[in-house]
């Protein structure tokens, strides 16, 4: 059984930063695509940020240079490094996964961005 497990959200004030993770167990991030989406309320989810199983990383043009996304095989983790908050970055961030044809997602972690 495939689980994603995200932590690591919370409330920040403008300006701060706050590291995701996103704990894999089921699915082996060597031959998976990884991601993180984001909902905020009353919006559709978008993508955030993706990386491939050969570490090619694609981000959404709100977060380019503010978001990193990353992965450490060894421990089945991915991460997202959130810098240079903003209020408008509050929203559910769900991790997400692809391997073999077959789409995973967490359960997602609340991300608050206020002063």
């Known amino acids: 059984q495939v689980q994603l497990v995200e932590s690591g959200g919370g409330l920040v004030q403008p300006g701060g930063s706050l590291r995701l993770s996103c704990a894999a167990s089921?699915?082996?991030?060597?031959?998976?695509?990884m991601g993180w989406y984001r909902q905020a309320p009353e919006k559709e989810r978008e993508l955030v940020a993706s990386i491939t199983s050969g570490g090619i990383t694609n981000y959404a043009d709100s977060v380019k240079g503010r978001f990193t996304i990353s992965r450490d095989n060894a421990k089945n983790t991915v991460y997202l490094q959130m810098n240079s908050l903003k209020p408008e970055d509050t929203a559910i961030y769900y991790c997400h996964g692809l391997e073999w044809g077959n789409f995973y997602w967490g359960r997602g972690t609340q991300v608050t961005v206020s002063s």
């Open positions: 089921g699915i082996n991030l060597r031959f998976a695509a």
